[in-house]
Each structure stands twice: as C-alpha cells, then as structure tokens.
Nanobody, 122 residues
Framework: QVQLVESGGGSVQVGGSLRLSCAAS?????MAWFRQAPGKEREGVAG???????TYADSVKGRFTISEDNAKNTLHLQMNSLKPEDTAMYFC???????????????????WGQGTQVTVSS
C-alpha cells in the first residue's frame, strides 16, 4: 500500500509559478502527476520512474519539471509560465508497473492522492 498526500496548490496569475509536492508513505517504481479540469477527461501531465527517467505531456513540456526527493519520499512538480488552461485539480499517482510513468496512462496507476487545486487567472 502506498498513501499519497499532495500539497502546494493555489491560485496564481498567468505567467506565475507553483510547486506541487506529494508525500508518499512507501516505494513505487513509477510516480506521476495527473490533472482533471471540470468537464474534461483526466490528463497525464508528467511521470518519473525509479531510475529517474521522465515523461511529459506535450502541453507542459518546457514549462513543468517533475522530480523526486528519494530521501524524503516526496514527489514534486515545478510549474512555470502557467496558463489559464493549466487550471485543474492535480493528482499524484503511484504504480509498481515499470512503464506506467512512460505511458502516463491513469489505468496503470493504482494509488492516488486526494488532489490539490491549481487555478490560473488572467
């Protein structure tokens, strides 16, 4: 069992930055961030595996950075140059599946946090 607790969401203006964190209670080979806006499907944002390989959605490449602090069992998502379309509930997810973070397929992740809201206003 892996328990995940997100933090760091909030409201920011266009072009601003936020850093999300996810505290994990146990080890998972792959971890990722997903987001879901009202009326839209859940979207994979960024993933990272145990060796540190990362994957990003095209919509966030160059703006978002996923990282892990293994000593603290914490996952981070640094979000820069935020846009109104980044507004969503952001979820941390974990999976023992070795390709989960590469595919960014939510169906491969069995552990989820409760989510943290990110709102970007113009």
């Amino acid at each position: 069992q892996v328990q995940l607790v997100e933090s760091g969401g909030g409201s920011v203006q266009v072009g601003g930055s936020l850093r999300l964190s996810c505290a994990a209670s146990g080890f998972a080979y792959c971890m990722a961030w997903f987001r879901q806006a009202p009326g839209k499907e859940r979207e994979g944002v960024a993933g990272i595996d145990s060796p540190g390989r990362t994957t990003y959605a095209d919509s966030v490449k160059g703006r978002f950075t996923i990282s892990e602090d293994n000593a603290k069992n914490t996952l981070h998502l640094q979000m820069n140059s935020l846009k109104p379309e980044d507004t969503a509930m952001y979820f941390c997810a974990a999976s023992p599946n070795r390709v989960a973070s590469y595919r960014l397929d939510g169906r491969l992740f069995g552990y989820w946090g409760q989510g943290t809201q990110v709102t970007v206003s113009s």
